[in-house]
């Protein structure tokens, strides 16, 4: 990729941002021409159409959406890059300010958290681990890790947010073998309802139960017995025989491979939702954020597109 196809992409990434050529050429101090010859550049090498134009407006195709998911990313990347080198490797202090989802903070995030304070003595942390949904600048908060598209929850405010992808959570249906003993082995979604399903309480919703069936997502809130709102109490019914529960890899993991928990419906696999980290800018982005989020991307063991 040549540095002119660069150009082009953040042509294009400003277009759709702006919702217009004329408006992205004023972000990027070009002419509206010039931003319509860099998209027609990519339009031409990508053989695909990004943008439905018409005289008054300007909308993303389906492939233009698909590609400014990527090219956000590639952009993004890029300037970190030379910030991080701008920055001079600083070391980390002060205090890091973060919030994360209850389960997934407890399981995920405190450990790794643990080895970078060990690692920066001068480093000091307020965490918080709720479900509740903060508002990140309002709360004074320098990191926040949100599970599911932020575009979709209202985590993400446009030009106010950074968001950047560190792992996918993948949701199994689990039950024990002593549950599993008592019941016919549910073989499609629909059979959910033959069963004693455990579920997920939050904000007073229960949480629904995603599956691909025939090529397309189907979701499913079966009536439950027993709701609970907190991710680890389900897997502590689950174990207990109490029923099956939609949870996800990472809380159940270590009871699958000990035999404590089974998967069922494994035909079904539920699409992956993206954890994401947001921070308010990557402008002048402080060592102990960039640092911490490099960490706990490389832990997951995930690129960051």
């Known amino acids: ?48 159409r990004l943008f439905h134009r018409t005289t008054r407006s300007l909308a993303l ?11 956000t990313q590639i952009l993004s990347d890029l300037e970190d890059a030379e910030l991080s080198l701008a920055e001079g490797g600083g070391e980390p202090q002060g ?20 080895r970078f304070l060990a690692a920066w003595p001068k480093l000091r942390a307020e965490v918080s681990l709720t479900d509740r949904v903060n508002d990140i600048i309002d709360d004074g908060y320098d990191l926040a890790i949100r599970i599911g598209d932020p575009r979709e929850n209202g985590s993400l405010i446009a030009k106010t947010l950074i968001a950047r992808t560190l792992t ?23 059979d959910l309802t033959e069963q004693t399903c455990l579920s997920y309480l939050s904000a007073g919703r229960h949480r629904a139960w995603r599956f691909v069936a ?45 035999d404590r928990l089974r998967v069922v419906l494994s035909d079904y696999a539920a699409p992956p939702i993206p954890i994401c980290a947001l921070y308010p800018s990557r402008r002048h982005l402080a060592s102990k954020v960039r640092r911490f989020i490099d960490l706990v991307a490389a832990e997951l063991h995930t690129p960051s597109a």
């Open 1 to 48: 990729m040549s540095f002119g196809h660069v150009g082009d992409i953040a042509a294009f990434v400003a277009a759709a941002e702006a919702g217009s050529f004329v408006a992205a050429a004023r972000l990027r101090s070009m002419t509206r021409s010039g931003i319509a010859k860099s998209v027609g550049r990519l339009e031409s090498r990508l053989g695909v």
């Open 61 to 71: 195709t389906d492939d233009g959406r698909l590609f400014l998911d990527r090219c």
């Open 95 to 114: 205090i890091l300010r973060l919030t994360a989802p209850a389960t997934f903070g407890r399981v995920v995030v405190l450990p790794v958290l643990n």
């Open 168 to 190: 996918r959570q993948q949701d199994l249906v689990v039950a024990s073998p002593g549950y599993l003993s008592t019941r016919p082995l549910p073989r499609h979604p629909d």
């Open 214 to 258: 025939e090529g397309k997502t189907i979701a499913i809130r079966p009536r439950a017995r027993l709701a609970l709102d907190s991710g680890e109490a389900l897997r502590d019914a689950a174990l207990s025989g109490a029923g099956l529960a939609y949870l996800p890899s990472y809380v159940v993991d270590e009871d699958i491979a000990n």
